[in-house]
């Protein structure tokens, strides 16, 4: 009797203690269900604990299962693509998923399942008593998720009418760690203050007013032995943030302020919504500041002040969280002290070594030295030839290579293309014949794949761009015209001090290609989003989006 290699799959959506006893029932139930069936054998329970249905994106024991079952996920502009590994055979032949709502409350599974599908793995939805063994069950199918799906939608709104109804009432509302400063009294929905961490929040006010920046509040807190609510080293940034925007602290209670989306269509973090769409109820919450010093603090952050106050003014600062990037790896690097030498490193590289990142660490005094060479350059001028720059290659380099495909034939050239493309797809295929067959080295095989996938893709791109008529290249320009009157009304005032310039960057950390031992700075603007936007689409990045490159 041949024995089936089977896995099964399981989630909860919350932590609650509930939700944890479901969690478990499921785990249990996939164990006991192994031990009754003689045909089969359960290699892995794959187990999302705490994670939402509506979205693949944190599912991380979802992603795992897909992986060991063939499949690669690959990420594009704007969402997952999947495909079969050639190089890689599924750990087991079925999947058990005992509620199809465990399984994705999200209509776009069908393509994972399409591709288990040709992988000879079949999902097995034990509620429905459905197995996906064919695109022919596909409607069934769907019509199970759209339900689970329209399910979550409906609850979301329930919830997003009953926060507006609890709005209206100007009814306190506190996240899970609370809010520092204040005790929360979830029977009453009431505060009270916290006189100690009250403390706290006042001296962030006055060092904010007092011309200190987000990251010198935090070492000034740090030094004194201020500490956050649940324990910690040192406060966060967005803590601190936090504490300057909240309208509580004054005695307010702001409500309808943010807004985080839909179920299936959430924002990547809350939006703030037009003050006047806030409901505000004053004098509920009490004091810790008075109204006057929240709105200086405000208009302070707002920048109606905060360059008079800065100006020529530099404070020491050589703490740059969050704002240095690995180049390899796409992490923060953390600062550290070694004998008195402040250096930066890669934070995967820190905590898991140098088998997850190798890349080169970088000294404090290299960092403040890169920064001053700008400011010497003069960061407006600087800003402003990049702009230039940009611009004209949009205009004379892209903008004028579409204009002359209007009424062009570009038949021969497509045709060419294509017949590359269908060769290209032919050796890809070979590859896979030959990696399966187990006669040549992988390793090589592998590379091989890679280089064809590669050309595959530009291919496929090239043939999408020729193959335009001509209203959707007018259209195509038209988006240019109004992506480079975009980047024209970005300005920049003058920056004179290091604290005020880290606002306006990011630092990208990269081996230097001749010498192992030297980093490279790659300095870039956080704030032009058209232009990378626009740069990415037409691969212009590399050696144009830098305000300069080696240091």
């Given at each position: 009797m041949?024995?089936?290699?089977?896995?099964?799959?399981?989630?909860?959506s919350?932590?609650?203690?509930?939700?944890?006893?479901?969690?478990?029932?499921?785990?249990?139930?996939?164990?006991?269900r192994?031990?009754?069936?003689?045909?089969?054998?359960?290699?892995?329970?794959?187990?999302?604990?705490?994670?939402?249905?509506?979205?693949?994106?944190?599912?991380?024991?979802?992603?795992?299962?897909?992986?060991?079952?063939?499949?690669?996920?690959y990420?594009?502009?704007?969402?997952?693509?999947?495909?079969?590994?050639?190089?890689?055979?599924?750990?087991?032949?079925?999947?058990?998923?005992?509620?199809?709502?465990?399984?994705?409350?999200?209509?776009a599974?069908?393509?994972?399942?399409?591709?288990?599908?040709?992988?000879?793995?079949?999902?097995?939805?034990?509620?429905?008593?459905?197995?996906?063994?064919?695109?022919?069950?596909?409607?069934?199918?769907?019509?199970?998720l759209?339900?689970?799906?329209?399910?979550?939608?409906?609850?979301?709104?329930?919830?997003?009418?009953?926060?507006?109804?609890?709005?209206?009432?100007?009814?306190?509302?506190?996240?899970?760690?609370?809010?520092?400063?204040?005790?929360?009294?979830?029977?009453?929905?009431?505060?009270?203050?916290?006189?100690?961490?009250?403390?706290?929040?006042?001296?962030?006010?006055?060092?904010?007013?007092n011309?200190?920046?987000?990251?010198?509040?935090?070492?000034?807190?740090?030094?004194?032995?201020?500490?956050?609510?649940?324990?910690?080293?040192?406060?966060?940034?967005?803590?601190?943030?936090?504490?300057?925007?909240?309208?509580?602290?004054?005695?307010?209670?702001?409500?309808?302020?943010?807004?985080?989306g839909?179920?299936f269509?959430?924002?990547?973090?809350a939006?703030?919504?037009?003050?006047?769409?806030?409901?505000?109820?004053?004098?509920?919450?009490?004091?810790?500041?008075?109204?006057?010093?929240?709105?200086?603090?405000?208009?302070?952050?707002?920048?109606?002040?905060?360059?008079?106050?800065?100006?020529?003014?530099?404070?020491?600062i050589?703490?740059?969280?969050?704002?240095i990037?690995?180049?390899?790896?796409?992490?923060?690097?953390?600062?550290?002290?070694?004998?008195?030498?402040?250096?930066?490193?890669?934070?995967?590289?820190?905590?898991?070594?140098?088998?997850?990142?190798?890349?080169?660490?970088?000294?404090?005094?290299?960092?403040?030295?890169?920064?001053?060479?700008?400011?010497?350059?003069?960061?407006?001028?600087?800003?402003?030839?990049?702009?230039?720059?940009?611009?004209?290659?949009?205009?004379?380099r892209?903008?004028d290579?579409?204009?002359?495909?209007?009424?062009?034939?570009?038949?021969?050239?497509?045709?060419?293309?294509?017949?590359?493309?269908?060769?290209?797809?032919?050796?890809?295929?070979?590859?896979?014949?030959?990696?399966?067959?187990?006669?040549?080295?992988?390793?090589?095989?592998?590379?091989?794949?890679n280089?064809?996938?590669?050309?595959?893709?530009?291919?496929?791109?090239?043939?999408k761009?020729?193959?335009?008529?001509?209203?959707?290249?007018?259209?195509?320009?038209?988006?240019?015209?109004?992506?480079?009157?975009?980047?024209?009304?970005?300005?920049?005032?003058?920056?004179?001090?290091?604290?005020?310039?880290?606002?306006?960057?990011?630092?990208?950390?990269?081996?230097?290609?001749?010498?192992?031992?030297?980093?490279?700075?790659?300095?870039?603007?956080?704030?032009?989003?058209?232009?990378?936007?626009?740069?990415?689409?037409?691969?212009?990045?590399?050696?144009?989006?830098?305000?300069?490159?080696?240091?």
């Amino acid at each position: 009797m041949d024995i089936i290699k089977v896995a099964a799959y399981c989630r909860v959506s919350t932590n609650s203690k509930d939700q944890t006893n479901s969690f478990e029932n499921q785990h249990d139930y996939f164990l006991d269900r192994s031990n009754k069936m003689t045909n089969e054998e359960l290699v892995e329970i794959y187990a999302d604990k705490g994670i939402s249905g509506t979205s693949l994106k944190k599912r991380d024991e979802f992603k795992r299962m897909i992986y060991d079952a063939g499949i690669n996920e690959y990420k594009g502009n704007k969402k997952f693509t999947y495909e079969i590994d050639p190089s890689r055979k599924p750990k087991f032949n079925k999947i058990y998923v005992r509620n199809t709502s465990r399984f994705a409350r999200d209509a776009a599974i069908i393509e994972i399942l399409r591709e288990l599908l040709k992988n000879n793995v079949l999902v097995h939805f034990l509620d429905i008593d459905l197995i996906y063994d064919s695109i022919e069950k596909e409607f069934t199918l769907n019509l199970f998720l759209n339900f689970s799906q329209q399910e979550s939608v409906d609850k979301s709104k329930k919830v997003r009418d009953g926060n507006e109804v609890s709005a209206n009432k100007g009814i306190i509302r506190v996240g899970g760690k609370g809010i520092f400063g204040y005790d929360y009294h979830p029977i009453t929905k009431t505060l009270t203050v916290n006189e100690e961490e009250a403390i706290v929040v006042k001296k962030v006010f006055e060092l904010y007013l007092n011309g200190y920046g987000i990251r010198r509040i935090l070492n000034y807190l740090q030094e004194n032995g201020y500490r956050p609510k649940h324990g910690g080293e040192r406060f966060a940034i967005n803590m601190i943030k936090r504490i300057l925007t909240n309208e509580k602290y004054f005695g307010c209670n702001v409500r309808n302020k943010y807004d985080s989306g839909t179920v299936f269509n959430k924002k990547s973090y809350a939006h703030v919504k037009p003050e006047d769409e806030w409901k505000v109820f004053e004098d509920v919450v009490p004091a810790i500041i008075t109204k006057e010093t929240f709105e200086q603090a405000r208009k302070l952050k707002q920048g109606k002040l905060h360059h008079e106050l800065q100006r020529g003014i530099y404070k020491g600062i050589s703490e740059y969280a969050g704002l240095i990037i690995c180049g390899k790896c796409g992490k923060p690097y953390t600062r550290n002290i070694d004998r008195g030498r402040i250096f930066y490193n890669c934070s995967i590289k820190k905590s898991k070594g140098t088998n997850e990142c190798d890349n080169i660490n970088v000294n404090l005094s290299l960092i403040e030295e890169a920064l001053d060479i700008i400011l010497k350059k003069g960061v407006k001028e600087s800003f402003e030839k990049y702009k230039s720059i940009m611009i004209d290659i949009l205009k004379y380099r892209i903008r004028d290579e579409l204009t002359k495909r209007i009424d062009q034939d570009t038949t021969k050239e497509v045709d060419i293309l294509k017949q590359k493309y269908d060769n290209f797809i032919q050796q890809k295929n070979r590859v896979a014949d030959l990696y399966i067959s187990g006669d040549f080295d992988k390793a090589y095989l592998d590379n091989k794949a890679n280089e064809l996938n590669i050309e595959i893709s530009a291919l496929e791109s090239r043939i999408k761009e020729l193959s335009k008529n001509n209203d959707e290249i007018l259209d195509e320009i038209s988006q240019f015209d109004r992506v480079i009157q975009e980047i024209h009304d970005i300005n920049i005032e003058e920056v004179k001090n290091r604290e005020h310039l880290v606002n306006l960057l990011k630092i990208i950390v990269e081996r230097h290609p001749k010498n192992e031992k030297r980093p490279i700075l790659k300095i870039m603007y956080k704030f032009d989003e058209p232009i990378k936007r626009i740069a990415e689409k037409y691969n212009i990045l590399e050696g144009i989006n830098y305000m300069t490159t080696h240091f």
